[in-house]
């Protein structure tokens, strides 16, 4: 194919947006996933508009030649690793904000817009977009494709709950448009919904209809120790019963407060003898559109904690309280660093996580592994980072941890996804009913199986 | 088939919950759309368990006999209607309320739980289901086979917003299960939201997970009486950008508004010189967890909207606004009993409702055809009776107000459904290429086509 495809390539994009040998940085081999090696593509090509995605998709569905999508690859699953002898389609170029509609409370991006990037431009308009899976370089189209979660799911859910609508190019280079401006609609199947979440096997997503909601100015954390890990998730159900409404519930254990507190230097504020009794924290943010309505949210907040067994209750000074959250966003970054062979990113019902915790521990014991970890107590989404050189004992701990959080009513991944890294896992342990309509929708969508072949499943 | 048919449904679920013939009343023939006829089908089975379900759709499979799910007949766009020679699934007996999970903020019910019923049992709990689309016999089955949305939208989102997973039965007579007690994963296509919305075609909903949200005590409603339509409509981005989060924000016009007092003898408060004045109104509930928050709140509704130009701001006292809204719920039945030809729901972007507005009065004026309506102006959602005796005039009408809706962005349905009602504007205004998505979905789940043919699409 090579020098038919470059040519065509080039006569779509421009030739300086087209690379391949020598000229594909190792950036475009890979994502952020720990466990799925680099693998070079034949292509890396970078369209600017909808038309020339078209164009791409039609001849490589013409050809049979594979196509990866990739936003910003900040992905932690494999899932924008490029297919051998296959094209990158870096959406990188598509990184316009279309609109910010202040009538409509909505934002039209193009999938390479950052998070940073749009949230400079919804700032203008006292919006947000509320969905920050922590990571402000990470791309819209790449949030589409993980349907991202982050911390604020408690309050805002996940992607997929603020998407309205997309443009998107199926693998015939025809471009369909689903939803659009408005939450209400039952008009036949939910092909955006379907869409979101589908690390980029059905289609290419070339546009996003956001909601924004009114960014609230107003924000206080509230730091609570616990004498346990149980005491302080078991917390929650009342928390979130009292109608206060926070925007994230995090728990921190012992081990993980320490590394993080002594590696960022964060100062919390909370005397040494509360910190010899706490075995866990829990971190929570309320966010109020007025400072005297925030602090009686703040104290609900203050009195349900300390009714739970809280040893205390601390709000958060200064910079404080941005640092911990930002340490704990970046704690990917600091199992990477500490040698992680592998991450999980499970979700069991929030209510389950003492029970799962528990379970971990033994898991860990039983097959002498360090595994440490932390989690969204408001969402039941749990990130363990697990030690283990052995290859064979680690594939047995990864799927002891999967099939144990799976018996407790969970998923194989919350927020990260399936891509290549966790597909061994996904295809042992679902339905095969529910694998075999995901294949089948699949085909639908793209009979010869052009887009993302090694994501999700086989 | 008949014999046979008939004594293998009464081995599945005993002979006294198969009905045929005379035995079955008319009230299984159709629902409460007004424009598709009763059809009677061969056989009416009422299954109590999943697994009876599981049978009859294996047997029903295995030869080709149509099936259509029924939960209370409350919708309105004959997807109840049954097949001709088919069988009507009624699953009016699977009514347990299974669980209400004060831990992880959930309730699992069968799908023949009506809304009023789950809303006894969460009320004890202090939890409210808060997808409300206005009517208490509806059934959960039949609110996820619509995508019910109704008043709340505005805070709350629609059913699949708050619907976390489901049990379901497919064609094959396989269970599946999708989701959970979570509202974070990502963990392939994402099954749940395929088949919310999809009306009965793609499998028999036997379980649904749903999210419960604590239930605030307090609550005000605000009428705010203005000069035009456009100026009530055109206050709501405002509204909303406050950051109130009001629960409801309904417009209605000057003709809504009299027919409704009228009927229902509501004393608004409303002095007749500002009545005389005012051409439209603006409902707007909000909600609170103590009654001194929500006074800010209300407070600040009425800040915006005299600033947004309204002629002043009334609370409803008493009765009134329960009244009003319970009205408001019910203006398809006063369209109804005032001889309505046919109803729509479309949906167009919130801040295009004055346009959409403008355009129905023009399609109404060429055409001579008497069109009255409200919308829930926080989401774009508009309620259009249409009164025109003559067919072909009628489906004239009928097009240009869903063409023009769509030009504008909107959708042919927002909460209604498509079913058989609305199928050839449907196939007439939607994307080819997402027909054909969706046919070949339909396709994947249902290869002998035997979930509810004639709804959604031929």
Request: proline share 5%.
């Given at each position: 194919?090579?020098?038919?495809?470059?040519?065509?390539?080039?006569?779509?994009?421009?030739?300086?947006?087209?690379?391949?040998?020598?000229?594909?940085?190792?950036?475009?081999?890979?994502?952020?996933?720990?466990?799925?090696?680099?693998?070079?593509?034949?292509?890396?090509?970078?369209?600017?508009?909808?038309?020339?995605?078209?164009?791409?998709?039609?001849?490589?569905?013409?050809?049979?030649?594979?196509?990866?999508?990739?936003?910003?690859?900040?992905?932690?699953?494999?899932?924008?690793?490029?297919?051998?002898?296959?094209?990158?389609?870096?959406?990188?170029?598509?990184?316009?904000?279309?609109?910010?509609?202040?009538?409509?409370?909505?934002?039209?991006?193009?999938?390479?817009?950052?998070?940073?990037?749009?949230?400079?431009?919804?700032?203008?308009?006292?919006?947000?977009?509320?969905?920050?899976?922590?990571?402000?370089?990470?791309?819209?189209?790449?949030?589409?494709?993980?349907?991202?979660?982050?911390?604020?799911?408690?309050?805002?859910?996940?992607?997929?709950?603020?998407?309205?609508?997309?443009?998107?190019?199926?693998?015939?280079?025809?471009?369909?448009?689903?939803?659009?401006?408005?939450?209400?609609?039952?008009?036949?199947?939910?092909?955006?919904?379907?869409?979101?979440?589908?690390?980029?096997?059905?289609?290419?997503?070339?546009?996003?209809?956001?909601?924004?909601?009114?960014?609230?100015?107003?924000?206080?954390?509230?730091?609570?120790?616990?004498?346990?890990?149980?005491?302080?998730?078991?917390?929650?159900?009342?928390?979130?019963?009292?109608?206060?409404?926070?925007?994230?519930?995090?728990?921190?254990?012992?081990?993980?407060?320490?590394?993080?507190?002594?590696f960022a230097k964060i100062e919390l504020g909370v005397p040494s003898d509360v910190q010899d009794k706490a075995d866990a924290y829990l971190l929570v943010v309320v966010e109020g559109r007025t400072e005297e309505l925030l602090e009686k949210d703040v104290e609900r907040v203050g009195e349900v904690l300390v009714g739970q067994g809280a040893l205390d209750v601390y709000v958060l000074a200064g910079s404080a309280a941005p640092q911990l959250i930002d340490a704990r966003e970046k704690s990917f970054w600091a199992g990477k660093r500490a040698g992680a062979t592998d991450v999980l990113d499970i979700v069991v019902p929030r209510a389950q996580i003492p029970e799962y915790a528990t379970k971990v521990r033994e898991i860990a014991m039983q097959h002498q592994t360090m595994i440490v970890g932390c989690g969204h107590a408001g969402d039941g989404n749990i990130h363990l980072a697990v030690f283990q050189d052995d290859p064979a004992r680690l594939a047995t701990v990864m799927k002891e941890l999967f099939a144990t959080g799976l018996a407790l009513g969970g998923a194989v991944s919350a927020e990260h996804g399936i891509g290549r890294a966790k597909k061994k896992y996904f295809a042992e342990l679902e339905d095969p009913n529910k694998l075999a309509l995901m294949r089948g929708i699949r085909k639908v969508f793209d009979p010869k199986g052009i887009l993302n072949p090694g994501a999700l499943f086989d």
């Open positions: 194919m090579t020098m038919d495809t470059r040519s065509e390539l080039e006569h779509i994009v421009g030739g300086e947006f087209v690379l391949f040998g020598d000229r594909i940085e190792e950036d475009y081999t890979k994502d952020e996933c720990l466990t799925v090696g680099a693998e070079a593509p034949e292509y890396v090509v970078k369209p600017v508009t909808t038309d020339q995605v078209a164009r791409i998709l039609r001849f490589a569905n013409e050809h049979g030649i594979p196509v990866t999508a990739r936003g910003s690859g900040t992905g932690l699953s494999g899932a924008a690793t490029p297919a051998a002898g296959g094209i990158v389609l870096s959406l990188e170029r598509m990184s316009r904000v279309l609109e910010v509609d202040e009538q409509n409370h909505v934002a039209v991006v193009e999938p390479g817009v950052t998070l940073g990037q749009l949230d400079e431009e919804t700032k203008k308009k006292d919006l947000v977009y509320p969905i920050f899976p922590g990571e402000s370089s990470a791309s819209l189209g790449g949030n589409v494709a993980t349907n991202a979660g982050g911390m604020r799911a408690v309050k805002y859910g996940v992607t997929r709950h603020q998407v309205l609508g997309l443009e998107a190019v199926l693998p015939s280079g025809e471009v369909i448009t689903t939803g659009g401006k408005f939450v209400k609609v039952s008009s036949g199947y939910d092909l955006t919904q379907l869409i979101i979440g589908s690390e980029g096997t059905l289609a290419i997503v070339t546009k996003i209809i956001l909601k924004l909601v009114p960014r609230l100015l107003h924000r206080t954390t509230v730091l609570a120790p616990f004498p346990t890990l149980d005491g302080a998730t078991g917390s929650v159900p009342a928390l979130l019963h009292s109608g206060v409404g926070p925007l994230m519930v995090e728990y921190i254990d012992r081990m993980t407060m320490m590394g993080i507190t002594a």
